[in-house]
């Protein structure tokens, strides 16, 4: 193991000596000061990309602290702009149960009077919606979402004709999941010497309160840090609704309670 500072990568690279005299040795090289060994490396001819003994592989030790690497590219984005394919369709995304689990489908009106509409679920086989009524006289209606990496979602319209009929709506039955401005702020915070994305939901009913939302890159969404810190993942996304850049929450309700809205704490 690695006392002292950190050593150098650039000077100190793969060293193999096979005799267990020369690996006692080198171990009391490393124990009592890893210049040393750097010496000893620059008078040798074994400098390749690592420092090996044998099948061992010397590492520093997890406390010697490194200063984080600046990005050579963007770490951090914008709020996103996009646009879905057409701007003429209303829509919703609202929860229901199913099987005594909270889920969500995707509605599309008929008109901007919001009478009747057609419902869609996500195609468990692909990322695109399906019509539920269509899809039951075995007919494909689809709508089809791309997932861009800033973590939105934009919608393409170009839906075949409908076999089935449209669905008359009661707006009381339903509860929608997507969330307008100002209900809603896009942050971007410095971590770690990096601006990383950030997004503030406010309390439906107190805005002074709020549920935070960290960025997650690798399932490209944004995700509840104090429901996260529970081990349960609550979900948001960015689309374009009317025109208008929303929030679209996932079914999974928060188990946290939101937090005190204090930009500088966030």
Known sequence: MFHGSSYDSSSVSEISFGTPTTRRVL???FDSDVSLLNNVARDSDFIKNKVSIGSRILRPRKNVKHLPRRSGGASCFDEPSFQNSTNGVDFDVIEYMHDRKVNKKFIVFTSNERKQYYEFTI???STNYH???CFA???????????????????EFNTDEHVCNPIDYLPENQSSLIVKSPNFKFIKLEVRRKMRPYLVVFDAVNKDMCYRFRFDSSQKLYVCLECKNQGYTVSARFIQHNGET????GRIQHICEPQKYIPQKL
């Not at 006289?137 to 689809?142: D, E, F, V």
């Not at 929303?246 to 929450?249: N, V």
Request: aromatic residues 4%.
């Open 27 to 29: 171990n009391i090289l």
């Open 246 to 249: 929303s929030i679209e929450l």
């Open 123 to 125: 195609n468990s086989k």
């Open 137 to 155: 006289q075995n007919k494909r209606t689809t709508i089809k979402r791309t997932i861009h990496d800033n973590g939105s979602h934009t919608f």
């Open 131 to 133: 019509c539920v009524q």
